[in-house]
């Protein structure tokens, strides 16, 4: 995590500094970064990057983290404004991302949580089972008749509705796909998930 001495600095130069470590990270992986070009576009010595990270590592850790957390909530928020049509909230923030200009952070972001592979960040946060998230969580599986009753199995089918959504925005990424081809794809997983794969006899 950043050093306290970033955590103290004004939110304005945080965000700054968050664009900075995001246009670096985002689209080459973490072996080709330099700390040398990040301080370069920071305008700043080394020696100060330092004062906020450990290492490249933290910085990278930092911004995909925050980035993840952005996301996320955002998936959750197309789900509980559809949330009476589970898999059509997921749909539409599908087709949100997609029509997105890709010049933008948020896609960048998108682009950099699809591509990759640091553990930690797939890592599940502790929740509060009482809270107000897995509430109403658990009031959109009731809505849509979700046969899931228990708390650890809410919380387990949450981080899977983030896998699901960011596994087709990779297929959408690496195939080069329309917004067509994405959402047919996903309509397809949906399908499965809802009716199962067995023939009905």
């Not at 995909?64 to 997921?90: C, S, T």
């Not at 596994?167 to 794809?185: A, G, M, P, V």
Request: net charge negative; with cysteine.
């Amino acid at each position: 995590m950043p050093k306290e001495t970033f955590l103290n600095l004004s939110t304005e130069k945080k965000e700054w500094m968050d664009l900075i470590l995001l246009d670096n990270f985002y689209n080459q992986p973490i072996s080709q970064v330099k700390v040398s070009q990040i301080v370069t576009d920071m305008q700043m010595s080394r020696g100060a990057f330092y004062k906020y990270f450990d290492d490249l590592d933290d910085a990278y850790l930092y911004i995909v983290k925050k980035y993840a957390m952005i996301i996320h909530i955002d998936i959750q928020r197309y789900i509980n404004r559809y949330k009476e049509d589970y898999f059509y909230g997921l749909q539409q923030y599908l087709i949100w991302c997609s029509q997105m200009d890709q010049s933008t952070p948020y896609w960048k972001a998108i682009y950099l949580l699809t591509t990759t592979s640091s553990q930690p960040v797939f890592k599940r946060v502790p929740m509060n089972q009482s809270g107000q998230i897995l509430k109403d969580w658990q009031a959109v599986l009731d809505l849509n008749h979700f046969d899931i009753f228990t708390i650890d199995e809410a919380l387990s089918f949450l981080y899977f509705s983030m896998e699901l959504v960011m596994r087709s925005l990779s297929d959408f990424i690496i195939n080069d796909w329309q917004t067509e081809e994405l959402i047919k794809d996903f309509q397809f997983k949906s399908k499965w998930l809802k009716n199962g794969l067995k023939k009905h006899v």
